[in-house]
């Protein structure tokens, strides 16, 4: 069965410096991952996804396989960003969701 | 904007109760999911619905159960509601096929007393 893990609850970043949210992730055939973002009173949005390999909002994810992770980063992170972010894994017809990371970005 | 609308967005149940819940999914999207994402986890796949047949389910009891009317809208309903059912639930949207995006409504809230 598939599984998203994502080690870290809360993470707090000053305004400026870089942000890295981690993810891993378990799956027996190729993966399709995606970045999922929910700011303060707003749906569920998708940020990005591993096979478009684009940069939104100054964030770009790399899926590695052989440490089968797809680590979230944006080099100067915005007070805008303070979000809840969450790692998913699309399996056929359904996502499976890590518990999601709470990112804060202090002035 | 994703054009996915739920409703109602919040509600008070008793344990015992039934509740359901409503859809419209975004223009043109046939296949729609639905999500219960518990306070501090992510959202867990309950089930999914395309050409108005369940074609994927979760780990979720009989009890959660759906519809998909022709125009793809749908509902979510559970029966017999428990404590722990309080949750936000999200509705999906999307057309079918590989590497089609995803689509998220705000949700709607149950709380079970």
């Known amino acids: 069965a598939q599984r998203v893990t994502q080690p870290e609850k809360l993470l707090s970043v000053f305004k400026g410096a870089p942000v890295e949210l981690k993810c891993n992730y378990s799956?027996?055939?190729?993966?399709?991952l995606f970045w999922y973002v929910q700011y303060s009173r707003q749906r569920l949005q998708l940020l990005l996804r591993?096979?478009s390999r684009e940069s939104i909002k100054g964030f770009t994810a790399d899926l590695n396989k052989g440490e089968t992770s797809f680590h979230l980063k944006k080099p100067f992170a915005q007070e805008e960003d303070s979000a809840m972010y969450y790692c998913a894994l699309r399996d056929d017809y359904k996502l499976s969701f890590g518990a999601g990371t709470t990112v804060t970005v202090r002035a | 904007e994703t054009g996915v609308t739920q409703s109602p967005t919040h509600l008070i149940k008793t344990r015992g109760q039934q509740v359901t819940l409503r859809c419209s999914s975004q223009?043109?999207?046939?296949?729609v999911s639905w999500y219960q994402q518990a306070l501090g986890q992510g959202p867990q796949f309950i089930f999914q619905?395309?050409?108005?047949?369940?074609?994927g389910r979760g780990n979720f009891p009989p009890r959660f159960s759906g519809l998909q009317f022709p125009n793809y809208s749908s509902e979510l309903n559970v029966n017999a509601l428990e404590l722990d059912d309080s949750a936000l639930y999200l509705c999906a949207s999307s057309f079918s096929g590989a590497g089609n995006t995803i689509y998220f409504g705000e949700g709607s809230w149950l709380t079970v007393v």
């Open positions: 591993h096979i």
């Open positions: 619905y395309y050409r108005e047949e369940e074609n």
């Open positions: 223009s043109g999207h046939n296949t």
């Open positions: 799956y027996s055939g190729s993966p399709e």
